[in-house]
């Protein structure tokens, strides 16, 4: 026995309204994945010049300063710096080619590292640390007694924390 030709009619409303209840759905999904991706994408990281250089505050310890010469100011990783001061964090690659993280000594001041700011990297034996306060390292407050970095070529890196981009790279031989 033949379907009544009005069934058919309600058959094909509902698979329309489906198809475009899914395309709805699907243009949304699009939309917002990719707003995202955009608003990832077109965050710009910090612009900032630095200049790198190897020094022997006391003797038989060496440290490394970097100079923030000029440009936008940023807060070292994990220091309490304002909200609106991009974070930046350093990475260093020894001679043989091992990436080496730096962390962030805990008696860093918490300001923005800003034109004329320096940054301390120094070694206590076991690992690199950087500080904005190196007067309470020398001092003893620090991580552990100043050593003498190893001989050789070390690059620095410094990553935006937020981009995941490497802003800046010196290279310093110690």
């Known amino acids: 026995m033949p379907l009544p030709c009005r069934d058919r009619a309600l058959t094909e409303a509902y698979g329309i309204f489906l198809l475009i209840l899914l395309i709805g759905i ?25 200049q790198a250089k190897v020094s ?5 310890k060496s440290v490394i300063i970097l100079y923030h010469l000029q440009g936008d100011p940023v807060a070292l990783a994990n220091a309490s710096g304002p909200a609106s001061s991009p974070g930046v964090f350093v990475t260093l690659e020894s001679p043989d080619g091992e990436k080496i993280p730096v962390a962030p ?32 390292v020398i001092s003893g407050k620090g991580t552990g007694e100043i050593t003498v970095i190893p001989p050789g070529i ?15 790279s010196l290279a310093v031989t110690a």
């Open 154 to 168: 070390w690059i620095i890196y410094i990553t935006d924390q937020q981009t995941q981009v490497v802003v800046n």
């Open 26 to 50: 699907s243009v949304v999904l699009i939309i917002a994945v990719s707003g995202v991706f955009v608003t990832t994408f077109l965050q710009k990281p910090p612009v900032f010049a630095v």
């Open 56 to 60: 022997t505050p006391v003797p038989d």
């Open 105 to 136: 000594s805990p008696v860093m001041t918490g300001k923005p590292w800003a034109d004329g700011g320096t940054v301390i990297i120094y070694y206590d034996g076991s690992q690199f640390w950087d500080t904005d306060n190196f007067s309470a």
